[in-house]
């Protein structure tokens, strides 16, 4: 199988082209610029390597209901230009083979469970802590769409005592990504997240919402497994601090050793590391052309 990724980045778009067992043959990195300009590079790419199948792993809000006449588009995006998107429908009017299409952390939380480290287990949560914060579920194989599809980066959290930073949201200022994500970080401390030294208060304080945030999807989806990633997971020594964070929490109230004893295989960093999200993009290709 020749299968074509597309991770579609708010500020880059990685292609690839792999294998049926997640193997990445070429990869090829552009930069997110207006639509047109960065789909016609897109569709370029694919022509020159016609895929079998190609997956879309999309930033969104996207819209994931095949039977809506908006399928497949980038819907209410603050990104400039690119809100009502129809990145679907581009791609595939000029190249037409099978296409998988869904958000890009339900994506890298699909790779992550055929090829990484969401093997063996039924129900996965993949939260990517970035640019933005979103989470993707897997349950029983398969993604979770709902309404329209889960938005976990947008959740509210309470507050550190005596915190005055008000949040970088545009939709709700404070909200977990508001507070927490890449672009939080270096509005809070001045400085990007990477240049923070490795004992920084920053991350006590990513560990206090990060953890807040994974108590209440352990409470409201019960996922057997929870992988982090997303570059400011780069920094390791949030781990520990997040599973101590978690069972302090929650309490004694979830009486389960995977919890109690903050054990390192139920949160934990991504297996296909930054990959995630290119190797999902070809799940999507691989499970389209299945179908
Ligand atoms: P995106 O979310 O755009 O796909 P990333 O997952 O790489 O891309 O996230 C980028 C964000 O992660 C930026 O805000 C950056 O400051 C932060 N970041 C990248 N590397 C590190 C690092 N080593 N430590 C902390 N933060 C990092
Ligand atoms: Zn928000």
């Excluded at 890009?104 to 039924?122: K, P």
Aim: with cysteine.
């Amino acid at each position: 199988m020749k299968l074509c990724g597309i991770e579609a980045g708010g500020t880059k778009f990685v292609l690839g082209i792999g294998d049926e067992n997640g193997n990445i043959l070429i990869r090829e990195s552009i930069p997110t610029l207006d639509p047109e300009t960065t789909l016609e590079a897109v569709s370029r790419f694919i022509l020159k390597h016609r895929p079998d199948a190609v997956g879309i792993a999309s930033f969104g809000p996207v819209d994931l209901n095949p039977d809506s006449p908006t399928y497949g588009e980038i819907t209410s995006t603050p990104k400039p230009h690119w809100a009502n998107t129809p990145i679907l429908r581009y791609l595939s009017s000029r190249y037409d083979v099978p296409y998988g299409f869904d958000t890009d952390v339900n994506a890298a939380a699909v790779g992550e469970s055929l090829w990484g480290n969401g093997r063996g287990v039924d129900s996965l949560l993949y939260l990517t802590v970035g640019t933005g914060i979103g989470g993707g579920l897997v349950i029983n194989g398969q993604t979770v769409h709902g309404l329209l599809h889960p938005e976990m980066g947008h959740i509210l959290l309470q507050p550190y005592p005596g915190e005055t930073f008000l949040g970088v949201c545009p939709f709700h200022k404070g909200c977990f990504e508001g507070l927490a994500s890449g672009p939080a970080i270096e509005r809070r401390w001045g400085t990007p997240a990477a240049n923070l030294s490795f004992d920084h208060p920053a991350w006590d304080l990513q560990a206090f919402y990060i953890g807040q945030a994974l108590m209440s999807y352990i409470l409201t989806v019960s996922p057997q497994r929870i992988i982090l990633g997303g570059g400011v997971m780069h920094q390791e020594q949030l781990f520990p601090k997040i599973r101590g964070r978690v069972k302090t929490l929650l309490n004694g109230y979830l009486q389960h050793p995977s919890i109690l004893k903050q054990r390192d295989d139920y949160i934990m960093a991504p297996g296909l590391g930054d990959d995630a999200g290119l190797c999902g993009a070809l799940a999507l290709a691989m499970r389209a052309l299945e179908r």
